[in-house]
């Protein structure tokens, strides 16, 4: 039987799941997984808008991916942890490996019926 404190948990989980489930965001952190970056250099790599980039840092933000520092005017981002990196990682080769299968019935497909 599931408790209330597993529900939770598992409410928790899917939030920042759920932050990361967003193709826009996924490309911010892509960016970030080479280092820092301020909201100009994000709009200048991803081609998002800076009202768009500005919403995504905030919802990465508030789900704790990310980490702020501030220098005068500017405020820099990065990734709080590997473990982010890790997971995007981990989906990648999760998405390589379901690709190669595909491609391996592709061509056994090809292969009997030339």
């Known amino acids: 039987m599931l ?17 990361m489930a967003d193709p826009a965001r996924l490309l911010i952190l892509h960016c970030l997984c ?3 970056r301020n909201v ?3 709009v200048g790599e991803t081609r998002l808008t800076q009202a768009n980039v500005s919403k995504h840092l905030r919802v990465l933000s508030a ?20 473990l982010t990196r890790e997971v995007c ?10 690709a190669s299968e595909e491609m391996d019935t592709i ?3 090809w292969r009997n019926n030339e």
């Open 107 to 109: 061509r056994n497909y």
């Open 3 to 19: 408790r209330s404190a597993d529900r939770d948990t598992f409410t928790l989980i899917a939030r920042r799941m759920k932050a």
């Open 63 to 82: 789900e704790g991916l990310l980490n702020r520092r501030r220098n005068h005017r500017n405020i820099y981002y990065s990734l709080k942890d590997d």
């Open 89 to 98: 990682r981990l989906v990648c080769d999760s998405l390589e490996g379901s």
């Open 40 to 42: 100009t250099e994000l």
């Open 34 to 36: 080479d280092g820092e």
